[in-house]
């Protein structure tokens, strides 16, 4: 006899686990969180162990610099060259206050015109090689860990591992070339193609497919990259950038879905998802955060980083010649280009353009924007367990189904935002340790963490898979509407939130 | 189990290996070292540099000059505390002031 069917209140009762190991300790999720929580324990005691025992006087020190500072700006007719020196002091100060003494095991490579050996050099001219074994070291002991913890062959992956991190390596060669580097085509494009060079011509042997994987490098970096979601930081421009980066952003984000859904009718939510928020929010990292909040196709992820790098070269370009040609405010472009191009560092790139006025409230405008990253990722999770995954005609689903349907990795990503939000600020001594440990260590190892899961993707990628995802030409019309309706709408927020209702607001950031 | 590849097959892979490769290395080694030697680029990355930008850098921690943004942002909140809270004009009539720009 079958049992009757529940009603529209019934609460689905969680499914008993199968396996007799606890989740935490036999899923990508809880490994990955486990691995970027060791990896932020582990470079935030070592800073703040080393912490220098001068602080107090370089505190006080502090204190008086910037005090000049404020008294040199105060004056009618300030000295820009003592205001440069008292900068630069302050700096210097505010380096000394943390040292993270993991910095130096871990490489970054750099960049080249010429000769791509000279990606292998620091900017001083040394060898970056040690650094590189030491991120090799660290990523093959920390996914030894994790690969081990759920029951898989240590030495398989350890032999694939290499391989895998030297493709990687490749990816940043390519990446770091100048004109590339210049125009902001980014690693991850170059990891894909690498991979994708491979998977569709010698195909990608069996013995790598151990060390390929996607999933666990990117939710691994995105707890790594939820240390640097600073809430702290949010309200940096006051209201207006509240209005511009956190009322136009979502807007924008959820019209576009809308439209993708409704009008496109694209056939994958998710991918309608993805591009929606990499064009929306902030590029190749919105991607990689939505992407894994609602468990988006490898191909949708590529597909929609290829749309969003491809534009933002052209928005680079075209955008600052624009407001060149209009006359365009200072503050409202700088605001305009933050709110609208994608990746952060064309953001920049863009704004510098324009004058050092543009560049700042760009850069501040994308940075909140940045932040919001972590709400549109958690939201989109809780949405697609909620509603997309679920059945129409299933009950409703109650807490416990919720809960073991929720990426688990989204705890550490939320958690580390949290911590590191707390410390950055408990004071000038918490946000120098922040700083510390995020440009030491996490910032350099969740690129890599990516770059690895970009080298993945691209390796389990067959070119002709991407193919029904170009038919019909609809993730471009989405992009392309999307990002239209984006610029008009941020073009008017920051009018008027610059030029109607904080004018002064505008004219004290033209200082 | 998948058939072997025959030897044709295999000699066509490797042969797509080394026809991308020689692409690859040809656009990287050649094309793009001489876009990067025309004074408009050269000009381009040489201001980049100058001012702080990483413009492949994927979040804002990632861009050197960041810092030294956010302290200039720290500096006019300092000097004009509720200008960017409150609609009311500032106290200080010396807004418009022309202060000169420290290089960042």
């Known amino acids: 006899m079958s049992a009757p069917p529940p009603d529209e209140n019934t609460v689905i009762e969680p499914v008993a686990p199968v396996s007799s190991r606890p989740d935490w300790l036999c899923t990508e999720d809880w490994w990955a969180v486990w691995l970027g929580a060791l990896v932020l324990l582990v470079a935030t005691i070592a800073t703040w162990s080393a912490r220098p025992a001068e602080n107090p006087q370089t505190l006080e020190k502090l204190t008086g610099v910037i005090k000049q500072i404020d008294e040199e700006r105060a004056k009618e007719a300030p000295d820009a060259k003592h205001l440069a020196e008292l900068t630069k002091e302050r700096e210097k100060l505010n380096g000394q206050l943390a040292v993270n003494p993991t910095k130096s095991w871990l490489a970054k490579l750099g960049s080249w015109d010429t000769q791509p050996a000279k990606a292998f050099l620091s900017k001083s001219g040394q060898s970056i090689v040690p650094g590189l074994i030491g991120v090799f070291l660290c990523c093959a002991v920390l996914f030894s860990i994790g690969i081990g913890g759920m029951g898989e062959s240590v030495p398989r992956f350890l032999l694939a591992f290499l391989v895998v991190f030297l493709l990687a390596v490749l990816a940043f060669v390519l990446a770091g070339q100048k004109v590339i580097k210049h125009y902001n085509l980014e690693y991850a494009l170059w990891a894909i193609l690498v991979g994708l060079i491979i998977s569709n011509t010698i195909r990608t042997p069996k013995w790598l497919m151990p060390a390929v994987r996607t999933e666990f490098y990117i939710k691994t970096g995105l707890v790594l990259l939820g240390a640097e979601i600073l809430f702290s930081r949010l309200l940096s421009l006051g209201v207006p950038g509240i209005f511009v980066s956190w009322i136009t952003t979502p807007v924008v984000l959820i019209s576009t879905f809308i439209f993708g859904q409704r009008i496109l009718k694209i056939s994958s939510p998710s991918l309608n998802m993805v591009i929606s928020a990499d064009m929306s929010v902030c590029g190749v990292s919105a991607a990689i955060a939505t992407g894994a909040a609602c468990k988006a196709k490898r191909e949708e992820l590529s597909l929609a980083i290829a749309l969003s790098l491809g534009f933002t070269v052209i928005m680079m370009v075209l955008m600052p010649a624009f407001i060149r040609a209009v006359g365009m405010n200072e503050v409202i472009a700088g605001a305009w280009l933050g709110g609208t191009i994608d990746s952060t560092g064309a953001v920049a790139a863009a704004g510098g353009m324009l004058g050092e006025t543009a560049l700042t409230v760009a850069a501040t405008v994308k940075m909140i924007q940045n932040i919001l990253i972590g709400v549109v990722a958690f939201c989109v999770s809780i949405y697609w367990i909620g509603w997309v995954e679920r059945d129409a005609s299933a009950p409703r689903l109650g807490i416990v189904e919720i809960w073991r349907r929720f990426p688990k990795f989204m705890l550490g990503f939320l958690a580390a935002s949290f911590v590191f939000s707390v410390m950055a600020s408990s004071g000038p001594e918490g946000e120098a340790t922040t700083s510390a440990v995020l440009h030491g260590t996490s910032q350099t190892l969740r690129g890599w963490l990516f770059c690895l899961a970009f080298v993945s993707i691209g390796l389990e990628t067959n070119i002709r898979e991407l193919a029904p995802y170009f038919h019909g030409g609809k993730a471009l019309t989405l992009y392309v509407v999307g990002q239209t309706l984006n610029l008009i709408v941020s073009l008017f927020m920051c009018w008027l939130m610059f030029e109607k209702v904080f004018p002064h607001a505008a004219d004290a950031l033209r200082n | ?104």
């Not at chain 2, 990483?54 to 006019?76: C, N």
């Open chain 2, 1 to 104: 189990m998948p058939p072997m590849p025959s030897a044709t097959d295999s000699l066509r892979r490797w042969g797509g290996l080394a026809a991308s490769v020689s692409i690859v290395a040809g656009i990287w080694l050649l094309v793009l070292p001489v876009i990067g030697a025309q004074p408009q680029v050269r000009t381009m990355i040489e201001n980049n540099e100058q001012l702080g930008i990483d413009p492949s850098a994927k979040f804002y921690t990632e861009l050197p000059g960041m810092e030294r943004f956010l302290q200039r942002i720290d500096d006019t909140h300092r000097q004009h505390p509720n200008v960017m809270w409150s609609r009311s004009a500032p106290e200080q009539a010396s807004i418009p002031k022309p202060a000169p720009h420290v290089p960042l």
